[in-house]
């Protein structure tokens, strides 16, 4: 497609409950990351994937969150037992490869996680 | 501990004025850094950017200045338009295998 696409857009999910937000990046795109933005804040970094390889998950915020991009194109984030300090809004963004740092990344929209 | 802060949560200049947006960073190690642009509902717009061996960067009415000695980044609209009303957020990178951080974003509204 012609841009980051996020699915889905919304998510009401009950405490406890596990959820799976999916990401298709731009086709042909290298890197890929996942960045969590809390209501009047910047997005924070997740995690980081070049092709299939995971290399930097240092942002994840405990072990309840897992990435993967099993085939090097679509990623999946999951939360496991999510809890209210999940509910944020969880964003995509891909590159084509690391090293053009001043194209910057291209963003997709975003799904609003919402834990109740 | 906050690596890029912009200390101004909101902006509200005239249409057809100037707007300066500004945002400091901590660490003399940054190689790039960018601006973008987010509306309601969508997902942030990479806007201009710029590099640590230049002190300035122009596209159409966007232009960035950097000032490294005092580690401190700017981004002036001119002459600013109703439609540019949204959140700017900084955003910091390093040559390295290190990902962007971002600043909280400055609200900017331009009024007609």
């Known amino acids: 497609g012609a841009g980051v696409s996020q699915s889905p857009r919304y998510k009401v999910a009950k405490r406890g409950q596990d959820v799976a937000l999916r990401c298709d990046p731009i086709s042909g795109h290298v890197s890929l990351f996942w960045y969590q933005q809390a209501l009047g804040q910047g997005p924070e970094f997740l995690t980081y994937f070049q092709n299939e390889a995971q290399l930097d998950k240092s942002g994840l915020p405990s072990d309840r969150f897992f990435a993967e991009r099993p085939e090097g194109s679509v990623s999946t984030l999951k939360i496991q037992r999510t809890q209210q300090e999940d509910s944020a809004v969880y964003l995509c963004?891909?590159?084509?490869?690391?090293?053009?740092?001043?194209?910057?990344?291209?963003f997709g929209s975003g799904t609003r996680l919402t834990v109740v | 501990d906050q690596q890029v802060k912009q200390n101004s949560p909101s902006l509200s200049v005239q249409e057809g004025r100037i707007s300066i947006l500004n945002c400091d960073y901590t660490?003399?190690?940054?190689?790039?850094f960018l601006w973008y642009k987010k509306y309601p509902a969508e997902g942030p717009t990479f806007l201009i950017s710029?590099?640590?061996?230049?002190d300035k960067n122009e596209d159409g009415r966007f232009t960035v200045f950097l000032n490294k000695s005092a580690k401190h980044l700017s981004l002036h609209i001119v002459p600013s338009q109703p439609g540019d009303s949204a959140v700017y957020f900084c955003?910091?990178?390093?040559?390295?295998?290190?990902?962007?951080?971002f600043g909280k974003g400055t609200r900017l509204s331009v009024i007609a």
């Open positions: 955003a910091v990178l390093n040559s390295g295998n290190t990902p962007l951080v």
């Open positions: 710029i590099s640590s061996i230049k």
């Open positions: 963004a891909s590159s084509l490869k690391w090293d053009t740092p001043l194209g910057g990344y291209t």
């Open positions: 660490n003399s190690m940054f190689d790039y």
